[in-house]
């Protein structure tokens, strides 16, 4: 089934495969291939099968076949994947808060960033990834002040040993994320008005950095942090 769900990946969108396709996504006894399956499915861009969709979101057993569905119904729909998305997100599952976060995320409006605050500790392995890179994609959306705000509270993730190795490195990538982007914004000739405030915060994201490069005891992410 591993090997089913990593062709399904590479298929090609064609008409004469998308009966099979929803078929696996509502049948298939395996998550995986149900979840592939979805994908291929939200690449049709098709708003016949949102319920499809649907009912991975309300009926499937697997929150990552769950997950996949809401970020297919969000594909299809954007109104609806944001309502859905309102609606799960207090659940208690990495995958569906990384799903909700990715459609926050897309809407670059700053009213979602208490959601990221609230439930980055809830969210482990590699969806703390995505989770924190969507709060950061979405931070830097929003004004100077708040961009600095949110880099310290990531900051505060990224020296507290007792976090997990994972929300530590994604919450250190995120504000190496931000770096990247001010210094973009400090070296770009139609933002002259806003260049030396841009550096002094700029050069405030760098010195977190090399702070929390001083604190990390883990040898793993010290590795990384110097390479």
């Known amino acids: 089934y591993a090997v089913r769900g990593l062709a399904l990946q590479n298929l090609d ?75 799960l997100e207090n659940e208690d599952n990495s995958a569906i808060l990384a799903a909700v976060g990715d459609i926050y995320m897309e809407s670059m409006d700053a009213q979602y960033l208490p959601f990221f605050e609230k439930n980055w500790e809830r969210v482990e392995g590699f969806s703390a990834m995505s989770f924190i890179e969507s709060y950061s994609r979405l931070v830097v959306a929003q004004d100077m002040p708040v961009i600095m705000n949110s880099a310290q509270k990531l900051k505060n993730i990224a020296i507290n040993m007792s976090q997990s190795p994972w929300r530590r490195f994604a919450a250190t990538k995120a504000i190496n994320d931000l770096h990247g982007t001010l210094y973009q914004y400090a070296n770009d000739k139609t933002q002259v008005d806003r260049v030396e405030e841009v550096k002094a915060n700029d050069d405030k994201l760098i010195q977190m950095i090399e702070q929390i490069k001083a604190i990390e005891i883990n040898g793993q992410l010290k590795g990384f942090y110097t390479n």
């Open 13 to 87: 969108i064609e008409d004469s495969i998308i009966a099979t396709l929803e078929s696996l996504a509502n049948n298939d006894p395996h998550s995986q291939v149900r979840g592939a399956a979805l994908a291929k499915l939200a690449e049709t861009s098709d708003t016949k099968y949102l319920a499809v969709a649907e009912n991975a979101i309300k009926n499937d057993k697997s929150y990552e076949v769950a997950a996949a569905g809401l970020a297919m119904l969000n594909n299809l729909d954007k109104a609806k994947g944001l309502a859905y998305a309102a609606d």
